[in-house]
């Protein structure tokens, strides 16, 4: 494990009435200062186990496997008050709804000083002040009446940006946005994505941004993890994945609409069939009951990692090193 960010050997499983649902399965990634990494991949495949278990804020009915380490320290082996050290002020997460990063019951502008507990070296008055800058940056003119109002009072649109601000006053090394863009319409959604493309540019820490959408990943993202059924299947930089898919499933996720993915979709690109139960994934390839490429050995063993190149990875058995 090597970058900032690096999942070994990942696992996670939720306990529920019906059994356990392995949501992620020997998940490897890392991310390093500077980079945007993009999560792809349909509903219900991981993305948010994933990135939730990297902030460390996973619910309780989850059980975890393997490690995740933040520069060099496997997250597990903190204490309780140094794991909630790290989640404030390095590592911050701007959720899939934003409403649930606030409290309702206070304004904007009091929660804003509070996410900066960790400076004590500044006063009230320059923590508004840093406040007010920082909603500027994230468009949000009025910003000394929208410290005065409270969460519902803003549109969805707007609570996205001051989630997305709220996340940066804490000055994280690790700033992740799970589907910024979903509950957004199509003109906010432009808007967020040129925030993001703008932060890309003024920021050294590590960005993940995870989405449906293959254009937005396409636009933002230096690398990409695709991710199905729990699993990582494909992984590479922008480029190779967009230009030179090895992996059936981000073939077909492309070969759906080729032309289109560099626009905004929607929503992911059909393919024929569903995900497995993950209550009892598949003991071979989780990709192979979709699979129109899979042979005999997919339904039973599970597909080797194939290193393509320094960083294209794909889990296939077809797949074969140049
Ligand atoms: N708290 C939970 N308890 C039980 N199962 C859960 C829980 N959270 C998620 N799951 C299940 O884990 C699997 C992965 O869910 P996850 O939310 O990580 O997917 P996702 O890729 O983020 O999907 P989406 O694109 O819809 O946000 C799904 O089968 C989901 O139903
Ligand atoms: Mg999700």
Not at 143 to 169: K, T, W
Request: aromatic share 4%; net charge negative.
């Amino acid at each position: 494990m090597t970058g900032a960010l690096a999942a070994h050997d990942l696992s996670v499983r939720y306990e529920t009435q019906h059994g356990a649902v392995h949501a992620l399965r020997h998940v490897d990634i890392e991310a390093h200062p500077g980079e945007v990494i993009g999560i792809v991949g349909e509903s219900g495949c991981g993305k948010s186990t994933l990135v939730t278990a990297m902030a460390n804020l996973l619910p309780p009915n989850a059980r975890i496997d393997g490690c995740i380490s933040w520069n060099g320290v496997d997250l597990a082996k903190l204490d309780a008050h140094r794991q909630r050290l790290l989640r404030g002020d390095e590592i911050a997460l701007v959720s899939q709804d934003p409403m649930t990063a606030f409290n309702p019951v206070l304004t904007i502008g009091d929660q804003l000083v509070d996410f900066q507990h960790h400076r004590r070296d500044l006063g009230r008055a320059q923590k508004r002040a840093r406040i007010a800058a920082m909603l500027g940056r994230v468009g949000i003119s009025d910003a000394e009446r929208r410290m005065r109002s409270y969460p519902h009072e803003l549109s969805g649109g707007m609570r996205q940006r001051v989630a997305i601000a709220a996340a940066l006053l804490t000055d994280p090394g690790l700033l992740i946005a799970d589907e910024p863009t979903t509950a957004l319409d199509v003109t906010m959604e432009a808007q967020i994505i040129h925030l993001l493309r703008e932060l890309r540019r003024e920021y050294n820490g590590i960005i993940i941004v995870v989405s449906h959408h293959l254009g937005v990943i396409a636009e933002l993202c230096d690398r990409v993890y695709v991710m199905y059924a729990g699993e990582v299947v494909e992984g590479g930089e922008v480029d190779a994945i967009f230009h030179d898919a090895r992996h059936p499933y981000t073939q077909a996720l492309l070969a759906c609409d080729p032309a289109r993915f560099h626009e905004r979709l929607d929503r992911l690109p059909t393919i024929p069939g569903s995900l497995p139960n993950l209550t009892q994934p598949p003991s071979g390839c989780v990709y192979a009951p979709r699979c129109d490429r899979a042979f005999a050995p997919c339904n039973t063993i599970a597909p080797p990692l194939v290193k393509l190149s320094a960083s294209h990875i794909a889990r296939c058995h077809a797949v074969t090193t140049p």
